[in-house]
C-alpha cells in the first residue's frame, strides 16, 4: 500500500461504470475506497438484466475501438476484451433502403476513400461531399469555431440526400442519442475525430459476446474488494453532510466522496447545499432522450444472417431503426432478437408494448422478406432518461466542486463525449486522479 493511501478515507456515490473505474483507478493507488450503490447490483445504466432465465441487458450497447479507456480498465480487472467482444469494422446497412457502407480492412486513409467510393445505393455526388466533410473536419483539427445543430453542419457541408438519411443521422443518432436538429455538432465531431482521425481500428464496432455485468461492473467490483475496497448494494445515499474534519454519509466520516450518479439523481444531493448551487443548478437543467429495447423469442434457430441488421427505410410511420441477434452474440440467447430504438424521433414512444413489438416482428419481416415464427415472449425495457440530450453548448459541471472534498463524476461530466460507456469511464478515471494528485501534494 503507497504511505497514507490506505488512511484517506473515500466514498464513491454510484457503482455505475464512472463510480466503479474510480473505484479502479484509487485502488490501484493504494486507497479503498467505499461504494455505495442503491440498486442490488453493480452497472447503472449498463447492466444485465434477467428475463424468463437469459443473461440479456438494459440495452443493447455498442462500443467502438476509440474507446481506450474502458478497455484499458476492463484489461486492468482481468476481464479480456478480446474474449468478450465481437470486434469487426464499421458497417452500416439498411438492406430495405438499398444502403450499405462498409470499411474495408485496409490502412488508413484507404479505408474511408475505398469504404465510400464502395458505398451501396448512394449517388457518387453525395460520396463526394462525404470525403470532402471529413477532409475540411481534419484541416480545422476537428475544431469548431462554434457550436450548432449537427443538422445545420451537414448543411453546411451539403451532406444531403440518401447518404445523410442512412449515414450520417444514424451515426449522430446512435453516437449522441439525440436527432441531429437537436445535437450538438461540436460533440458529434469529438466523436468523428476520435473515431476517424485514430487508428484504422478505433473505427471498428465491438459488441458485447457477454452481458454486460460481465463485460466490467462485476470483474471490477471483485477487483476492488480483492484490493481492501468494498462496495454496498442496496445502500442509497439519502444525503451527506459537510463538516470542518470531512464530509459525513450518516455517520461515516469521509475525506474525499465522488457523486458517480445520473444528473437527476446527483441534483438531488447536491440541491440542499448552497455552495454547490451552480452544479446543482445546471444539472437540474438538462433534457433527456429514451432509448428502447424489445425483446422477442423465437425458437432457437431463428437468427439473423449478423450480428446486427438496419431496418431504416422511408416507408411511412416507420419506426424499426437496429435488430441484434442476441443468440448470435452470445450463445447463452439463442433464438432471442432485440430491437434498438433512440430517442424519441420516430414515434415509437406512443406505442403501448404489445403493439410495439407485433408491429417490430412485422416490420423485420420486411427486411428479411421472410415470415418469421410467432415469438415466444416479448419484453420492453423503455429507458426514460437514457441519456441527457447532447444539444449545443449545454454546461457540463467540472470534476472539482465547490465543497471540499467533493467531486463529480459520470457520463454528463466527461464534457468531450456525449453520455456514453467512454464517457464515464473517462470521468471516474479523472475524478480519481484528481484525488490521487491531492493527496500527493498534501
Ligand atoms: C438503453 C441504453 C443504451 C445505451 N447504449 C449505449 C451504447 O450503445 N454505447 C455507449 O457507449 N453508451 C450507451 N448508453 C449510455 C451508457 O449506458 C451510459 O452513458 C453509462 O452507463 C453511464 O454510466 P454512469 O456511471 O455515468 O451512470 P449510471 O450508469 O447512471 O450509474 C450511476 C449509478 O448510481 C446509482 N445511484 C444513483 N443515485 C444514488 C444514490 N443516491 N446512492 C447510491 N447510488 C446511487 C445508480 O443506481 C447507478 O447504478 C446507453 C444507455 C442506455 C440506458
Not at 470534476?399 to 463529480?408: C, D, E, M, N, S
Request: proline share 6%; aromatic share 8%.
Amino acid at each position: 500500500m503507497r504511505a497514507g493511501a490506505g488512511n484517506t478515507r473515500i466514498a464513491i456515490i454510484g457503482a455505475g461504470w464512472a463510480g466503479l473505474a474510480a473505484a479502479v483507478e484509487l485502488c490501484d493507488s493504494g486507497f479503498r475506497p467505499v461504494v455505495f450503490e442503491a440498486a442490488k447490483q453493480p452497472g447503472g445504466r449498463a447492466r444485465c438484466v434477467d428475463i424468463h432465465g437469459h443473461p440479456l441487458d438494459n440495452g443493447q450497447h455498442i462500443l467502438i475501438g476509440a474507446y481506450r479507456e474502458t478497455l484499458r480498465l476492463m484489461k486492468r480487472v482481468g476481464a479480456d476484451p478480446e474474449r468478450l467482444f465481437h470486434r469487426f469494422p464499421l458497417e452500416l446497412e439498411h438492406a430495405l433502403a438499398g444502403f450499405r457502407f462498409a470499411l474495408p480492412k485496409l490502412g488508413k486513409p484507404l479505408n474511408l476513400a475505398l469504404g465510400l467510393f464502395m458505398a451501396k445505393g448512394v449517388p457518387l455526388g453525395e460520396k463526394i461531399a462525404a470525403a470532402r466533410f471529413i477532409q475540411d473536419l481534419k484541416r480545422r483539427r476537428f475544431q469548431l469555431a462554434e457550436d450548432c445543430a449537427a443538422s445545420v453542419l451537414y448543411d453546411r457541408h451539403a451532406l444531403r440526400g440518401r447518404m445523410r438519411r442512412y449515414f450520417w443521422n444514424p451515426i449522430c443518432l446512435s453516437a449522441l442519442n439525440t436527432p441531429p436538429e437537436n445535437a450538438s455538432a461540436r460533440i458529434l465531431v469529438n466523436v468523428l475525430r476520435d473515431s476517424f482521425n485514430g487508428t484504422r481500428s478505433d473505427t471498428d464496432f465491438l459488441l458485447p459476446a457477454t452481458d454486460l455485468n460481465t463485460l466490467f461492473p462485476d470483474a471490477a467490483a471483485a477487483f476492488i474488494i480483492s484490493k481492501g475496497g468494498a462496495l454496498r448494494l442496496a445502500a442509497r445515499v439519502e444525503s451527506f453532510k459537510q463538516e470542518s474534519n470531512g464530509i459525513f454519509i450518516g455517520e461515516e466520516r469521509f475525506d474525499h466522496v465522488i457523486i458517480a450518479a445520473a444528473p437527476q439523481h446527483a441534483h438531488s444531493l447536491l440541491k440542499d447545499h448552497a455552495a454547490a448551487e451552480p452544479a446543482a443548478s445546471m444539472l437540474s437543467m438538462y433534457a433527456y432522450e429514451p432509448m428502447g429495447t424489445v425483446y422477442a423469442a423465437y425458437p432457437p434457430e431463428t437468427g439473423l444472417s449478423a450480428f446486427m441488421r438496419g431496418m431504416e427505410c422511408d416507408a411511412p410511420e416507420w419506426i424499426g431503426q437496429w435488430a441484434f441477434d442476441r443468440g448470435r452474440l452470445d450463445g447463452r440467447n439463442r433464438g432471442i432478437l432485440s430491437f434498438v430504438l433512440s430517442s424519441s424521433a420516430n414515434g415509437w414512444t406512443a406505442y403501448d408494448n404489445d403493439a410495439l413489438a407485433a408491429r417490430l416482428h412485422l416490420e423485420l419481416e420486411s427486411v428479411l422478406g421472410r415470415a418469421l415464427p410467432k415469438p415466444r415472449w416479448t419484453r420492453v425495457i423503455r429507458e426514460h432518461r437514457a441519456t441527457l440530450s447532447c444539444r449545443p453548448d449545454i454546461p457540463r459541471p467540472a470534476a472539482k466542486t465547490a465543497i471540499k472534498g467533493l467531486w463529480l463524476a459520470g457520463d454528463h461530466v466527461y464534457a468531450e463525449y456525449p453520455a456514453t460507456i467512454e464517457g464515464a469511464v473517462r470521468s471516474g478515471v479523472i475524478a480519481a486522479s484528481r484525488i490521487i494528485e491531492t493527496r500527493r501534494s498534501s
